[in-house]
């Protein structure tokens, strides 16, 4: 029985040893062209300017402050009521008409006082 699978392991041919190691590099070269493409794609969609997770800006980060930050929350189990509501439409409100009243179409949702970043 041993001499069974030692005769299976001699059978295999170069060809095939030859189609494993290309299947290997094969995979290994289509992982990093999607990584070139997706690095590419986040340089040119400019949020690399926008990630504060790099290691050039960890001074910074402590900086980042939102000062127009609600700490009212809305719970998952609590009651719905008028006043809910109200709160929630007040909330909406306010943010919609910040995010309407910028041109997505020009220079300007790149600005630091549209994205409320501060040099303070």
Avoid: C, W
Avoid at 65 to 75: G, L
Wanted: glycine share 4%; no cysteine.
């Amino acid at each position: 029985m041993n001499e069974d699978k030692e005769v299976q392991v001699e059978d295999l041919s170069p060809h095939s040893k030859r189609r494993f190691v290309t299947l290997i590099l094969s995979a290994i070269g289509l992982s990093m062209v999607l990584v070139v493409i997706s690095m590419a794609m986040y340089r040119g969609s400019g949020a690399f300017l926008l990630d504060l997770s790099r290691p050039g800006y960890v001074s910074v980060r402590s900086q980042s402050v939102n000062e127009d930050f609600s700490d009212q929350t809305f719970s998952a189990t609590g009651t719905i009521d008028q006043n809910a509501i109200k709160d929630y439409k007040t909330l909406l409100e306010k943010q919609s008409t910040k995010v309407n009243s910028i041109n997505a179409f020009s220079g300007d949702p790149l600005d630091p006082t549209a994205l409320e970043i501060s040099a303070e």
